[in-house]
């Protein structure tokens, strides 16, 4: 377990955390201190930790996660709970050798999945002389890319227009995810309702984001509708930029 979390003076002035909401500002900064975490600052997150130790419920993490997700402040995936946090090593450093081989022996533990491969390729950019030390110790974790084994889905003419688009989604567990999430919110006939807001905002992230937001409205398919013939929305305005 980490005694202490590192928290930097200019995380108030930051544009990034400046326009978030205040339960998503505490979701963040439980995010960088919490006691799940590590020093690559990828790690998982089950919802259940965030639920019993911030005193929210399900419904509120997943909104609060998406507001961070949409910035973009964190990336995670659903069905593992891998949450790596965006920016980490403009902020964190490993100063020595018995610290790198720390970190990529955590790095091979994670969940395969794509925010996992992320994590590795951000690893590499940081060009740290002592992970670079140990590369041939760990080739096959920095030659690693998440595996696409699935074959193309056959052609189906009965299929309806959100089955179709599920099916054309099948390739990416983030758009599935999307899909199944949407369709719980906006009704089961919604696929192609999602499709269009996934169009409109060119990010699967920012779609999610847009249907949590949009499952705390009266008419979540009125909210999302007048999303997608409005597409410079509050969430595209929040999500510009990489580091924070």
């Given at each position: 377990?980490?005694?202490?979390?590192?928290?930097?003076?200019?995380?108030?002035?930051?544009?990034?955390?400046?326009?978030?909401?205040?339960?998503?500002?505490?979701?963040?900064?439980?995010?960088?201190?919490?006691?799940?975490?590590?020093?690559?600052?990828?790690?998982?997150?089950?919802?259940?930790?965030?639920?019993?130790?911030?005193?929210?419920?399900?419904?509120?993490?997943?909104?609060?996660?998406?507001?961070?997700?949409?910035?973009?402040?964190?990336?995670?995936?659903?069905?593992?709970?891998?949450?790596?946090?965006?920016?980490?090593?403009?902020?964190?450093?490993?100063?020595?050798?018995?610290?790198?081989?720390?970190?990529?022996?955590?790095?091979?533990?994670?969940?395969?999945?794509?925010?996992?491969?992320?994590?590795?390729?951000?690893?590499?950019?940081?060009?740290?002389?002592?992970?670079?030390?140990?590369?041939?110790?760990?080739?096959?974790?920095?030659?690693?890319?998440?595996?696409?084994?699935?074959?193309?889905?056959?052609?189906?003419?009965?299929?309806?227009?959100?089955?179709?688009?599920?099916?054309?989604?099948?390739?990416?567990?983030?758009?599935?995810?999307?899909?199944?999430?949407?369709?719980?919110?906006?009704?089961?006939?919604?696929?192609?309702?999602?499709?269009?807001?996934?169009?409109?905002?060119?990010?699967?992230?920012?779609?999610?984001?847009?249907?949590?937001?949009?499952?705390?409205?009266?008419?979540?398919?009125?909210?999302i509708g007048a999303m997608i013939r409005n597409k410079d929305s509050p969430e595209d305005l929040r999500a510009r930029g990489e580091?924070?």
């Amino acid at each position: 377990m980490r005694l202490y979390g590192r928290i930097e003076t200019s995380f108030w002035q930051n544009p990034k955390v400046r326009v978030l909401s205040k339960d998503a500002r505490t979701l963040l900064l439980y995010i960088l201190t919490c006691p799940h975490g590590n020093l690559i600052g990828c790690f998982v997150l089950p919802t259940g930790y965030i639920c019993a130790d911030l005193k929210l419920d399900e419904k509120q993490v997943s909104i609060l996660v998406s507001e961070l997700v949409s910035i973009p402040l964190i990336e995670r995936d659903p069905t593992t709970d891998l949450t790596r946090i965006i920016g980490w090593w403009g902020h964190n450093t490993i100063d020595n050798h018995k610290a790198a081989k720390g970190a990529l022996k955590i790095l091979s533990t994670l969940p395969k999945c794509t925010v996992f491969v992320n994590a590795i390729q951000n690893l590499k950019q940081v060009n740290n002389r002592f992970v670079n030390e140990l590369e041939n110790e760990f080739q096959y974790l920095f030659a690693y890319t998440y595996p696409n084994t699935s074959q193309p889905p056959k052609p189906n003419l009965n299929l309806t227009e959100e089955d179709a688009a599920l099916q054309a989604a099948s390739e990416d567990s983030d758009e599935v995810s999307l899909f199944k999430r949407g369709k719980e919110i906006l009704g089961k006939n919604s696929g192609g309702l999602i499709k269009n807001l996934l169009a409109a905002k060119k990010s699967v992230a920012l779609a999610r984001a847009a249907v949590e937001h949009a499952s705390t409205k009266q008419d979540p398919r009125e909210y999302i509708g007048a999303m997608i013939r409005n597409k410079d929305s509050p969430e595209d305005l929040r999500a510009r930029g990489e580091a924070w």
